[in-house]
């Protein structure tokens, strides 16, 4: 991956939509609009599948496109979590205890590498990736057939994930992008520790 530079690639501009989009799609869930709010998700969705798709395909992979990426995920899934306590609270209450731990998880998370590095953790891990493709997937069910259940092993998934990323930030010697798995961020470790 190469260090970020000012101008504005595609993929980047596509994150970047993709955040600002973000307090829209909470405005219209709080204004009571859920099937406005269910395309702007599934928009999200999509864009989220696209800039990380055109930034391997371009080779315009980043730093700081990580970081936007990162940081339109994190938006996209807290809105996710106000729009349905807000539209659809029965459905947050039914999930209540998955959904507190995994959010709780990942806060202290965020929290943690702030403390630890003066940066949000940008790690696209394995785990993540498939947590969120899991929750994006069930929430669209959702939407859709109201089915629940792969909602719900997306948390599971989401809790182990939040998991791995506290002790890849434990293990990290410094900031890093894309950290596969807690292997990955062993191996940086023990590099960094040879370095010496």
Same mark, same amino acid.
């Given at each position: 991956?190469?260090e970020?530079? &000012?101008? @504005?690639t595609l993929?980047?501009?596509?994150?970047? $939509?993709?955040? =600002? *989009?973000a307090?829209? #799609?909470?405005?219209?869930?709080?204004?009571g609009?859920?099937?406005?709010?269910k395309?702007?998700?599934?928009?999200?969705?999509?864009?989220?599948?696209?800039?990380?798709?055109?930034?391997r395909?371009?080779?315009?992979?980043?730093?700081l496109g990580?970081?936007?990426?990162a940081?339109?995920?994190?938006?996209?899934y807290?809105?996710?979590?106000? &729009?349905v @306590?807000r539209?659809?609270?029965?459905?947050?209450? $039914?999930?209540? =205890? *998955?959904?507190?731990? #995994?959010?709780?998880l990942?806060?202290?998370?965020?929290?943690?590498?702030?403390?630890?590095?003066r940066?949000?953790?940008?790690?696209?891990?394995?785990?993540?990736?498939?947590?969120?493709?899991?929750?994006a997937a069930?929430?669209?069910?959702?939407?859709?057939?109201?089915i629940?259940?792969?909602?719900?092993?997306?948390?599971?998934?989401?809790? &182990?994930?939040?998991v791995?990323?506290?002790?890849i930030?434990a293990?990290?010697?410094?900031?890093?992008?894309?950290?596969p798995?807690?292997?990955?961020?062993?191996?940086?470790?023990?590099?960094?520790?040879?370095?010496?």
């Amino acid at each position: 991956m190469t260090e970020p530079t &000012a101008k @504005l690639t595609l993929p980047n501009a596509i994150s970047l $939509a993709r955040l =600002l *989009l973000a307090p829209v #799609a909470l405005w219209v869930a709080f204004q009571g609009h859920s099937t406005a709010y269910k395309w702007l998700f599934a928009s999200a969705v999509a864009s989220d599948c696209l800039d990380g798709q055109l930034a391997r395909l371009l080779k315009a992979q980043t730093v700081l496109g990580a970081r936007l990426d990162a940081a339109a995920d994190t938006a996209t899934y807290l809105v996710l979590f106000f &729009a349905v @306590l807000r539209l659809w609270p029965e459905f947050i209450a $039914a999930h209540s =205890l *998955l959904l507190g731990t #995994a959010i709780g998880l990942y806060v202290v998370n965020h929290l943690w590498s702030l403390a630890r590095f003066r940066k949000l953790p940008a790690y696209h891990t394995w785990a993540g990736k498939t947590s969120a493709v899991l929750t994006a997937a069930g929430m669209l069910l959702w939407f859709v057939a109201d089915i629940g259940a792969l909602f719900t092993a997306a948390i599971v998934v989401a809790i &182990a994930s939040a998991v791995e990323q506290l002790a890849i930030t434990a293990l990290l010697p410094h900031w890093q992008a894309d950290v596969p798995t807690l292997v990955h961020a062993r191996r940086l470790r023990t590099a960094a520790h040879a370095a010496r």
